[in-house]
């Protein structure tokens, strides 16, 4: 096994563990203390080779955030601290054919934005 393959394998897994949605920063710091020498250099790599395979998704808001759920669901995400939360509701799910009006639609992202409900307390 190959370093490359080694890191790859601890970002994989520590995303597929997480509930979070966490920060390539996040990533990096969690994965350094499996693998101490490993650089934020290779984890942006690792993450943006699993965002283009489609392992992942990447949630763009602020900062982007990464997430191994692969399942349906949209996401909200605070405006205040930041957090994003999964939303596994019918009603947030977009319904598309193949055959759309507008085109193949080969992937997609919902997200919603207010203030959750710890930053209103």
């Not at 990096?28 to 699993?50: A, C, D």
Request: hydrophobic share 30%.
């Amino acid at each position: 096994m190959t370093r490359n393959t080694q890191q790859k394998e601890a970002v994989k897994e520590y995303l597929m563990k997480v509930c979070s949605h966490p920060t390539a920063e996040n990533i990096y710091l969690s994965v350094k203390k499996k693998i101490p020498n490993i650089s934020k250099g290779t984890v942006y790599r690792v993450l943006n080779s699993f965002v283009e395979s489609g392992d992942i998704k990447e949630i763009l808001s602020d900062v982007s955030h990464y997430d191994g759920d692969l399942r349906e669901h949209a996401h909200f995400i605070c405006k205040k601290c930041g957090n994003v939360s999964d939303l596994f509701d019918n009603k947030s799910k977009i319904v598309y054919t193949e055959n759309s009006q507008i085109g193949k639609i080969d992937d997609w992202q919902l997200n919603f934005y207010g203030i959750c409900k710890k930053c209103l307390r």
